[in-house]
Protein backbone atom coordinates (compact mmCIF):
# COMPACT_ATOMS: atom_id res chain seq x y z
CA UNK A 1 0.00 0.00 0.00
CA UNK A 2 1.07 3.61 -0.08
CA UNK A 3 1.64 5.49 3.36
CA UNK A 4 2.09 9.04 4.10
CA UNK A 5 3.28 9.80 7.22
CA UNK A 6 2.75 13.45 8.70
CA UNK A 7 5.20 13.99 11.47
CA UNK A 8 8.72 12.75 11.12
CA UNK A 9 9.60 12.30 15.24
CA UNK A 10 10.05 9.23 17.19
CA UNK A 11 6.68 7.47 16.55
CA UNK A 12 6.35 8.85 12.56
CA UNK A 13 9.61 7.69 11.99
CA UNK A 14 9.84 4.13 12.94
CA UNK A 15 6.26 3.61 12.22
CA UNK A 16 7.07 4.33 8.57
CA UNK A 17 10.07 2.59 8.74
CA UNK A 18 8.29 -0.35 9.92
CA UNK A 19 5.91 -0.12 7.20
CA UNK A 20 8.37 -0.03 4.68
CA UNK A 21 9.75 -3.30 5.98
CA UNK A 22 6.63 -4.78 5.60
CA UNK A 23 6.38 -3.69 2.20
CA UNK A 24 4.75 -1.01 1.59
CA UNK A 25 5.32 3.15 -0.03
CA UNK A 26 6.08 5.45 2.21
CA UNK A 27 6.21 8.80 2.20
CA UNK A 28 7.38 10.80 5.23
CA UNK A 29 6.33 14.24 5.79
CA UNK A 30 7.22 17.31 7.92
CA UNK A 31 7.59 21.22 8.22
CA UNK A 32 11.22 20.96 9.73
CA UNK A 33 13.44 20.80 6.02
CA UNK A 34 17.17 19.57 7.81
CA UNK A 35 15.21 17.31 9.43
CA UNK A 36 13.95 15.56 6.13
CA UNK A 37 17.79 16.22 4.82
CA UNK A 38 19.08 13.87 7.45
CA UNK A 39 16.18 11.39 6.58
CA UNK A 40 17.63 11.63 3.09
CA UNK A 41 21.39 11.29 4.06
CA UNK A 42 20.27 7.79 5.42
CA UNK A 43 20.35 8.93 8.93
CA UNK A 44 18.03 9.58 11.81
CA UNK A 45 17.44 12.88 13.53
CA UNK A 46 17.57 10.83 16.73
CA UNK A 47 19.21 8.06 17.86
CA UNK A 48 17.51 4.51 18.15
CA UNK A 49 19.02 1.05 17.26
CA UNK A 50 18.77 -0.19 14.18
CA UNK A 51 17.42 2.89 12.70
CA UNK A 52 20.19 4.10 11.08
CA UNK A 53 20.58 1.14 9.33
CA UNK A 54 16.64 0.81 8.39
CA UNK A 55 16.65 4.62 6.96
CA UNK A 56 19.94 3.63 4.71
CA UNK A 57 18.43 0.88 3.18
CA UNK A 58 14.52 1.97 2.85
CA UNK A 59 16.10 5.57 1.45
CA UNK A 60 18.30 3.69 -1.38
CA UNK A 61 15.27 1.41 -2.62
CA UNK A 62 13.50 4.33 -2.15
CA UNK A 63 10.32 2.31 -0.36
CA UNK A 64 11.06 5.71 1.80
CA UNK A 65 10.82 9.03 0.31
CA UNK A 66 10.53 12.63 2.10
CA UNK A 67 8.46 15.58 0.89
CA UNK A 68 7.32 19.09 2.59
CA UNK A 69 4.48 19.05 0.50
CA UNK A 70 1.60 17.64 2.38
CA UNK A 71 -1.27 17.91 0.35
CA UNK A 72 0.83 16.06 -2.70
CA UNK A 73 2.01 13.14 -0.09
CA UNK A 74 -1.66 12.50 0.92
CA UNK A 75 -3.07 12.45 -2.91
CA UNK A 76 -0.34 9.90 -3.74
CA UNK A 77 -1.26 7.49 -1.11
CA UNK A 78 -4.14 5.99 0.21
CA UNK A 79 -3.53 6.05 4.14
CA UNK A 80 -2.12 8.80 6.00
CA UNK A 81 -1.03 8.53 9.56
CA UNK A 82 -0.62 11.42 11.78
CA UNK A 83 2.06 11.76 14.12
CA UNK A 84 2.98 15.04 15.07
CA UNK A 85 3.75 16.08 18.96
CA UNK A 86 1.16 16.01 21.86
CA UNK A 87 3.68 18.05 24.30
CA UNK A 88 1.72 18.47 27.77
CA UNK A 89 0.90 21.99 29.07
CA UNK A 90 1.98 23.32 32.58
CA UNK A 91 -0.96 22.15 34.17
CA UNK A 92 -0.76 18.57 32.35
CA UNK A 93 -3.12 18.19 29.95
CA UNK A 94 -2.36 17.79 26.46
CA UNK A 95 -1.81 20.45 23.84
CA UNK A 96 -3.37 19.84 20.33
CA UNK A 97 -2.14 22.47 18.66
CA UNK A 98 -0.45 20.31 16.03
CA UNK A 99 -3.08 17.90 15.63
CA UNK A 100 -5.41 20.06 14.87
CA UNK A 101 -3.38 22.08 12.72
CA UNK A 102 -2.92 18.45 11.15
CA UNK A 103 -6.43 17.85 10.94
CA UNK A 104 -6.86 20.88 8.81
CA UNK A 105 -4.02 20.39 6.43
CA UNK A 106 -5.29 16.61 5.79
CA UNK A 107 -9.10 18.24 5.38
CA UNK A 108 -7.70 20.88 2.57
CA UNK A 109 -5.94 17.83 1.05
CA UNK A 110 -8.69 15.44 0.18
CA UNK A 111 -10.88 17.94 -0.21
CA UNK A 112 -10.66 16.89 -4.13
CA UNK A 113 -9.28 13.96 -3.90
CA UNK A 114 -10.78 10.93 -5.60
CA UNK A 115 -11.20 7.59 -4.09
CA UNK A 116 -11.73 6.57 -0.71
CA UNK A 117 -8.61 8.09 1.81
CA UNK A 118 -7.86 6.22 5.80
CA UNK A 119 -6.54 8.51 7.91
CA UNK A 120 -4.85 7.26 10.95
CA UNK A 121 -4.81 8.50 14.39
CA UNK A 122 -1.23 7.61 15.81
CA UNK A 123 0.24 9.82 18.41
CA UNK A 124 -0.94 9.61 21.82
CA UNK A 125 -3.70 11.27 22.75
CA UNK A 126 -6.54 12.00 25.05
CA UNK A 127 -9.92 10.39 24.84
CA UNK A 128 -12.31 11.99 22.61
CA UNK A 129 -9.98 13.62 20.78
CA UNK A 130 -10.33 11.19 17.29
CA UNK A 131 -13.85 11.44 17.44
CA UNK A 132 -14.46 14.86 18.31
CA UNK A 133 -11.59 17.37 17.38
CA UNK A 134 -9.83 15.45 14.35
CA UNK A 135 -12.93 14.10 13.23
CA UNK A 136 -15.22 17.40 13.32
CA UNK A 137 -12.14 19.84 11.99
CA UNK A 138 -12.04 17.36 8.81
CA UNK A 139 -15.46 17.18 8.28
CA UNK A 140 -15.31 21.27 8.57
CA UNK A 141 -12.64 21.79 5.91
CA UNK A 142 -12.87 18.80 3.59
CA UNK A 143 -16.86 19.19 3.40
CA UNK A 144 -16.64 15.34 3.57
CA UNK A 145 -18.07 13.04 6.04
CA UNK A 146 -16.07 9.88 7.62
CA UNK A 147 -17.27 6.82 6.72
CA UNK A 148 -18.15 7.74 3.55
CA UNK A 149 -15.75 10.24 1.83
CA UNK A 150 -12.33 9.29 4.12
CA UNK A 151 -11.96 6.63 6.37
CA UNK A 152 -10.88 7.52 10.18
CA UNK A 153 -9.36 5.54 12.85
CA UNK A 154 -7.12 5.79 15.98
CA UNK A 155 -3.98 2.70 16.54
CA UNK A 156 -2.29 3.54 19.44
CA UNK A 157 1.53 2.56 19.47
CA UNK A 158 3.12 0.74 22.05
CA UNK A 159 6.84 1.49 21.81
CA UNK A 160 9.52 0.75 23.93
CA UNK A 161 12.27 3.82 23.47
CA UNK A 162 15.21 1.80 22.69
CA UNK A 163 13.70 -1.54 20.94
CA UNK A 164 10.97 0.48 19.07
CA UNK A 165 12.29 -1.21 15.80
CA UNK A 166 11.52 -4.71 17.59
CA UNK A 167 8.72 -3.51 18.93
CA UNK A 168 7.20 -2.35 15.58
CA UNK A 169 7.61 -5.44 13.98
CA UNK A 170 6.73 -7.47 16.65
CA UNK A 171 3.60 -5.88 18.48
CA UNK A 172 1.80 -8.01 21.67
CA UNK A 173 -0.91 -6.57 19.67
CA UNK A 174 -2.60 -4.20 17.48
CA UNK A 175 -5.42 -1.89 18.48
CA UNK A 176 -7.79 -0.37 15.62
CA UNK A 177 -9.95 1.60 16.91
CA UNK A 178 -12.52 2.71 14.32
CA UNK A 179 -16.43 2.73 13.68
CA UNK A 180 -16.46 1.90 9.78
CA UNK A 181 -16.29 -1.85 8.62
CA UNK A 182 -14.41 -0.87 5.72
CA UNK A 183 -11.77 1.46 7.33
CA UNK A 184 -11.16 -1.52 9.79
CA UNK A 185 -10.45 -4.32 6.76
CA UNK A 186 -8.33 -1.75 4.30
CA UNK A 187 -6.22 -1.76 8.25
CA UNK A 188 -6.53 -5.12 9.18
CA UNK A 189 -5.31 -5.86 5.89
CA UNK A 190 -2.13 -3.22 6.10
CA UNK A 191 -1.16 -5.11 9.68
CA UNK A 192 -1.54 -8.29 8.57
CA UNK A 193 1.87 -9.54 8.03
CA UNK A 194 2.72 -8.71 11.95
CA UNK A 195 0.69 -11.50 12.42
CA UNK A 196 -0.33 -10.03 15.54
CA UNK A 197 -3.78 -10.54 17.13
CA UNK A 198 -6.00 -7.62 16.32
CA UNK A 199 -8.31 -5.89 18.87
CA UNK A 200 -10.93 -3.40 17.32
CA UNK A 201 -12.44 -1.00 19.39
CA UNK A 202 -14.41 2.36 19.05
CA UNK A 203 -11.42 5.17 18.59
CA UNK A 204 -12.12 6.81 22.01
CA UNK A 205 -11.52 2.98 23.33
CA UNK A 206 -8.27 2.79 21.49
CA UNK A 207 -7.45 6.22 23.24
CA UNK A 208 -7.75 4.98 26.21
CA UNK A 209 -6.28 1.77 26.34
CA UNK A 210 -2.71 3.70 25.79
CA UNK A 211 -3.35 5.88 28.59
CA UNK A 212 -4.25 3.29 30.68
CA UNK A 213 -1.62 0.63 30.00
CA UNK A 214 1.03 3.33 30.21
CA UNK A 215 -0.61 4.63 33.68
CA UNK A 216 -0.62 0.91 34.94
CA UNK A 217 3.31 0.22 33.94
CA UNK A 218 4.13 3.32 35.80
CA UNK A 219 2.09 2.49 38.34
CA UNK A 220 3.90 -1.16 38.80
CA UNK A 221 6.87 1.40 38.80
CA UNK A 222 6.08 3.16 41.39
CA UNK A 223 4.46 0.91 43.75
CA UNK A 224 8.25 -1.05 43.52
CA UNK A 225 9.97 2.06 44.43
CA UNK A 226 7.74 2.78 47.16
CA UNK A 227 8.71 -0.86 48.64
CA UNK A 228 11.85 -0.62 47.81
CA UNK A 229 12.05 2.14 50.71
CA UNK A 230 10.26 -0.09 53.22
CA UNK A 231 13.21 -2.59 52.47
CA UNK A 232 15.65 -0.58 53.22
CA UNK A 233 14.36 0.09 56.69
CA UNK A 234 13.33 -3.34 57.33
CA UNK A 235 16.62 -4.85 56.11
CA UNK A 236 15.78 -6.92 53.36
CA UNK A 237 16.63 -6.32 49.44
CA UNK A 238 13.72 -5.39 47.35
CA UNK A 239 14.83 -7.59 44.50
CA UNK A 240 14.72 -10.32 46.48
CA UNK A 241 11.22 -9.15 47.39
CA UNK A 242 9.99 -8.38 43.84
CA UNK A 243 11.14 -11.92 42.59
CA UNK A 244 9.20 -13.46 44.91
CA UNK A 245 5.93 -11.67 44.07
CA UNK A 246 6.70 -11.62 40.41
CA UNK A 247 6.56 -15.20 40.57
CA UNK A 248 3.03 -15.01 41.43
CA UNK A 249 1.31 -15.61 37.57
CA UNK A 250 -1.21 -12.69 38.69
CA UNK A 251 1.08 -10.37 38.95
CA UNK A 252 4.63 -11.35 36.06
CA UNK A 253 7.67 -9.44 37.52
CA UNK A 254 7.67 -6.96 34.03
CA UNK A 255 7.87 -3.46 35.17
CA UNK A 256 9.05 -4.96 39.43
CA UNK A 257 12.46 -3.32 39.14
CA UNK A 258 12.72 -0.74 42.01
CA UNK A 259 14.63 2.12 41.33
CA UNK A 260 15.39 6.03 40.86
CA UNK A 261 12.23 6.15 38.68
CA UNK A 262 10.63 6.35 35.42
CA UNK A 263 11.25 9.48 32.57
CA UNK A 264 10.78 9.72 28.98
CA UNK A 265 8.35 10.97 26.70
CA UNK A 266 5.35 9.00 27.38
CA UNK A 267 5.14 7.84 31.67
CA UNK A 268 4.92 11.10 32.86
CA UNK A 269 3.16 12.97 30.35
CA UNK A 270 0.58 9.98 29.80
CA UNK A 271 -0.31 9.92 33.68
CA UNK A 272 -0.68 13.43 33.94
CA UNK A 273 -2.82 13.86 31.00
CA UNK A 274 -5.38 10.99 32.49
CA UNK A 275 -5.24 12.79 36.28
CA UNK A 276 -5.72 16.31 34.56
CA UNK A 277 -8.70 15.00 32.34
CA UNK A 278 -10.24 13.22 35.72
CA UNK A 279 -10.38 16.62 37.28
CA UNK A 280 -11.71 18.38 34.98
CA UNK A 281 -14.40 15.88 34.71
CA UNK A 282 -14.30 16.05 38.89
CA UNK A 283 -13.05 12.92 39.72
CA UNK A 284 -10.37 12.18 42.37
CA UNK A 285 -7.05 9.91 41.34
CA UNK A 286 -5.37 9.10 44.76
CA UNK A 287 -3.33 6.19 42.86
CA UNK A 288 -2.48 8.35 40.11
CA UNK A 289 -1.30 11.00 41.90
CA UNK A 290 0.64 8.67 44.33
CA UNK A 291 2.33 7.11 40.97
CA UNK A 292 4.09 10.88 40.21
CA UNK A 293 4.58 11.39 43.51
CA UNK A 294 6.36 8.48 44.47
CA UNK A 295 8.09 9.14 40.86
CA UNK A 296 9.61 12.30 42.32
CA UNK A 297 10.71 11.37 45.48
CA UNK A 298 13.06 8.51 44.41
CA UNK A 299 16.16 11.02 42.79
CA UNK A 300 16.35 12.64 46.07
CA UNK A 301 15.91 9.79 48.38
CA UNK A 302 18.85 8.54 46.79
CA UNK A 303 20.71 11.61 46.89
CA UNK A 304 20.00 11.86 50.72
CA UNK A 305 21.50 8.55 51.29
CA UNK A 306 24.70 9.33 49.58
CA UNK A 307 24.72 12.30 51.61
CA UNK A 308 24.04 10.95 55.08
CA UNK A 309 25.76 7.82 53.98
CA UNK A 310 29.68 9.36 53.40
CA UNK A 311 29.01 12.41 56.34
CA UNK A 312 28.24 14.86 53.92
CA UNK A 313 28.77 15.66 49.70
CA UNK A 314 29.37 19.51 49.93
CA UNK A 315 32.50 19.65 48.35
CA UNK A 316 32.95 15.89 46.74
CA UNK A 317 33.28 15.50 42.90
CA UNK A 318 30.01 13.74 41.94
CA UNK A 319 30.16 11.95 38.61
CA UNK A 320 26.59 11.17 37.18
CA UNK A 321 26.92 8.16 34.83
CA UNK A 322 24.07 7.89 32.28
CA UNK A 323 21.79 11.22 31.68
CA UNK A 324 19.45 9.64 28.97
CA UNK A 325 16.28 8.88 30.89
CA UNK A 326 17.19 5.11 29.99
CA UNK A 327 19.78 2.83 28.05
CA UNK A 328 19.95 2.98 24.12
CA UNK A 329 18.07 6.29 23.83
CA UNK A 330 19.46 9.78 23.59
CA UNK A 331 15.84 11.02 24.93
CA UNK A 332 16.45 13.24 28.07
CA UNK A 333 12.66 13.92 28.40
CA UNK A 334 11.72 13.54 32.37
CA UNK A 335 15.38 11.85 32.87
CA UNK A 336 15.73 11.76 36.37
CA UNK A 337 19.51 12.40 36.54
CA UNK A 338 18.15 16.21 36.02
CA UNK A 339 16.95 16.29 39.85
CA UNK A 340 19.64 14.37 40.88
CA UNK A 341 22.40 16.66 39.31
CA UNK A 342 20.22 19.66 40.31
CA UNK A 343 20.01 18.46 43.86
CA UNK A 344 23.84 17.49 43.69
CA UNK A 345 24.57 20.83 43.08
CA UNK A 346 22.74 22.55 46.11
CA UNK A 347 23.98 20.32 48.32
CA UNK A 348 27.39 21.71 47.22
CA UNK A 349 28.96 18.50 45.50
CA UNK A 350 30.96 19.62 41.91
CA UNK A 351 29.22 17.89 39.24
CA UNK A 352 29.89 16.17 36.22
CA UNK A 353 28.11 13.67 33.10
CA UNK A 354 28.66 11.41 31.16
CA UNK A 355 26.41 9.86 28.63
CA UNK A 356 27.01 7.60 25.67
CA UNK A 357 24.49 9.54 23.19
CA UNK A 358 22.31 12.10 25.23
CA UNK A 359 25.67 14.64 26.43
CA UNK A 360 24.19 17.64 23.74
CA UNK A 361 20.70 16.83 24.73
CA UNK A 362 21.59 17.19 28.91
CA UNK A 363 24.07 20.15 28.48
CA UNK A 364 21.02 22.40 27.55
CA UNK A 365 19.39 21.19 30.79
CA UNK A 366 22.08 21.67 32.57
CA UNK A 367 25.01 23.62 31.02
CA UNK A 368 26.99 24.99 34.33
CA UNK A 369 28.16 21.08 35.29
CA UNK A 370 31.36 19.35 33.79
CA UNK A 371 31.08 16.57 30.82
CA UNK A 372 33.39 14.05 30.31
CA UNK A 373 33.44 12.34 26.89
CA UNK A 374 35.46 9.42 27.88
CA UNK A 375 33.95 7.44 30.68
CA UNK A 376 36.97 6.30 32.49
CA UNK A 377 38.63 9.90 32.31
CA UNK A 378 34.94 10.80 34.12
CA UNK A 379 35.57 7.94 36.58
CA UNK A 380 39.21 8.89 37.44
CA UNK A 381 38.01 11.83 38.61
CA UNK A 382 35.22 11.12 40.86
CA UNK A 383 35.09 10.92 44.45
CA UNK A 384 31.53 9.79 44.26
CA UNK A 385 29.74 8.12 41.50
CA UNK A 386 25.82 8.29 40.31
CA UNK A 387 24.92 5.29 37.77
CA UNK A 388 21.59 6.20 36.87
CA UNK A 389 20.96 4.77 33.07
CA UNK A 390 22.06 1.01 32.47
CA UNK A 391 24.17 1.37 29.40
CA UNK A 392 26.70 -1.82 29.05
CA UNK A 393 29.28 0.84 29.29
CA UNK A 394 28.95 1.23 32.62
CA UNK A 395 28.21 -2.67 33.22
CA UNK A 396 32.06 -3.41 31.92
CA UNK A 397 33.85 -0.67 34.05
CA UNK A 398 36.62 -2.28 35.76
CA UNK A 399 36.74 -1.00 39.11
CA UNK A 400 39.59 -3.15 40.21
CA UNK A 401 41.60 0.02 39.13
CA UNK A 402 39.52 2.51 40.33
CA UNK A 403 39.61 2.31 44.61
CA UNK A 404 40.15 5.97 44.70
CA UNK A 405 36.50 6.23 44.30
CA UNK A 406 35.20 6.45 48.07
CA UNK A 407 31.27 5.84 47.01
CA UNK A 408 28.53 4.56 44.15
CA UNK A 409 25.57 4.90 44.27
CA UNK A 410 23.25 2.94 42.12
CA UNK A 411 20.35 4.09 40.84
CA UNK A 412 19.30 1.19 38.33
CA UNK A 413 21.02 -1.77 40.08
CA UNK A 414 23.47 -1.60 37.32
CA UNK A 415 26.56 -3.18 38.56
CA UNK A 416 27.89 -6.80 39.30
CA UNK A 417 28.91 -6.35 43.22
CA UNK A 418 30.98 -9.38 42.63
CA UNK A 419 33.48 -6.86 40.50
CA UNK A 420 33.90 -4.81 43.28
CA UNK A 421 36.59 -4.72 46.42
CA UNK A 422 37.59 -1.96 47.61
CA UNK A 423 34.93 0.48 46.97
CA UNK A 424 31.76 1.35 49.15
CA UNK A 425 28.10 0.24 47.10
CA UNK A 426 24.70 0.63 47.49
CA UNK A 427 21.77 0.58 45.30
CA UNK A 428 18.33 1.39 45.75
CA UNK A 429 16.14 -1.20 47.92
CA UNK A 430 19.01 -2.69 49.26
CA UNK A 431 20.00 -2.63 53.30
CA UNK A 432 20.82 1.15 54.38
CA UNK A 433 24.24 1.95 54.04
CA UNK A 434 26.32 1.20 57.93
CA UNK A 435 29.87 2.12 56.24
Known amino acids: MKVSIIGCGYVGLTTGLALAELGNEIILVDVIPEKLKVIEQGRSPFYEPDVDEMIS ?3 SSRAITTSMDLKEAVNSTEITFITVGTPSREDGSM ?7 ASGNIGEAIKDKEGFHVIVMKSTVVPGTTD ?10 SGLGSGEGYGLAMCPEFLREGAAMYDS ?35 TSAEMIKYTSNSLLATKISFANEISRICEEVGVDVYEIMKGVGMDSRISPQFLRAGVGFGGSCFPKDVSA ?31 IADRSIGGIKGKKALILGLAFKPD ?51 DWADIIFLMTEWTEYKEIDWSTKDHVEAIF ?26
Open 169 to 203: LNPDRVVIGTHEDRTFEILSKLFEPLNSDILRTSP
Open 329 to 379: TDDIRSTRSLPVVMNLLEKGAIVAGHDPKAIDNFRSEAPDIEYFEDMNMGV
Open 132 to 141: ITIRSTIDEV
Open 274 to 304: LMHIAKEMGLKTPILDGVMENNDIQPYHLVD
Open 95 to 101: DDTYIRS
Open 57 to 59: KHI
Open 410 to 435: DGRRTIDTSKIEDINYWSMGRVLPDW
